[in-house]
């Protein structure tokens, strides 16, 4: 089946089919991606990187994707520990920097996750400068997309370029973190209405991050998920035993949790995701 983006269906299983192949085609180099844009997805890509953040900006004559690559060593879950767990407390805070006064809009309780601000404001001007030339010359659907960490950034590019009064058509993220509080992610839901879909593999541990307390996460997500898999029956942490405490960011806790992240590996996985969704179709 030829992929294509079909752009009057909503949380199709067709669009994540496409926009998650997008996604995995972020994680390659420029002299890979480029090519496999082309012959994979039809699209012309650039590929972007600055500092730790990379994306692929992929056109053609109907569309325009952005896919922000997720964490550097996906088959280890490794760039993902210091990001996710350590020092959570401290990155759910007001936003600030040269970004910060756009997400500041999302109202005077919403709290987000500084870490991903900053490594969406570092790439944040080329990617701004490509797809309002591409907007300038041709209006076509914007579509959002990433992986793990490249979910949370599509998330928060999407905010971005609403404020900068550009239409965002959907956002697809596949196995991605949660990136605010109830207020913040309440302001993306609002603005971004009927347009973000989480897709989530039921036994992925990463959207279940990041995590402060088993009993009171400060951390929600925005709508809307798209479940892979058997539901989750009760606590989804139920199996980390008795090593956790409340606080999680205290003693062993830590490395405990970060154990059974590591037995789960397998679901965060995009193949596991791309897997999924052809199933579905």
Not at 85 to 105: C, H, K, Q, W
Not at 176 to 199: Q, S, V, W
Request: charged share 20%; proline share 4%.
């Amino acid at each position: 089946m030829a992929l294509e983006l079909r752009e009057d269906s909503f949380g199709d299983p067709q669009n994540a089919l496409f926009l998650a192949t997008a996604s995995n085609l972020a994680y390659e180099t420029p002299e890979i991606g480029v090519p496999a844009f082309r012959e994979q997805l039809g699209l012309e890509a650039t590929f972007y990187k600055a500092g730790n953040t990379e994306a692929y900006v992929g056109t053609n004559a109907e569309h325009i994707v952005v896919a922000f690559r997720g964490t550097e060593s996906p088959a280890t879950l490794d760039g993902l520990k210091d990001v996710l767990l350590n020092d959570a407390r401290n990155l759910l805070i007001v936003p600030s920097g040269r970004l910060g006064t756009d997400f500041i809009a999302a109202g005077v309780g919403a709290r987000m996750h500084q870490g991903f601000i900053n490594g969406l404001a570092a790439i944040w001007d080329p990617i701004l400068e490509r797809v309002s030339a591409e907007l300038k010359a041709s209006e076509r659907p914007l579509w959002l997309t990433g992986h793990s960490l490249g979910g949370a950034l599509a998330l928060l590019a999407g905010w971005l370029f609403l404020r900068r009064f550009i239409n965002v058509h959907q956002i697809y993220t596949f196995g991605a973190p949660m990136i605010g509080n109830k207020d913040a992610t309440a302001a993306f839901d609002r603005e971004l209405k009927g347009k973000i879909f989480r897709y989530v593999n039921t036994e992925d541990p990463v959207p279940q991050l990041p995590t402060l307390s088993l009993l009171a996460n400060e951390f929600c997500h925005c709508d809307k998920e798209m479940a892979l898999g058997a539901p989750c029956a009760g606590n989804y942490w139920a199996g980390v035993g008795g090593a956790l405490t409340d606080d999680l960011l205290k003693g062993q806790g830590l490395d405990v949790v970060w154990d059974f992240i590591r037995n789960r590996l397998g679901a965060h996985l995009l193949a596991k995701y791309l897997e999924s969704i052809r199933a579905k179709m």
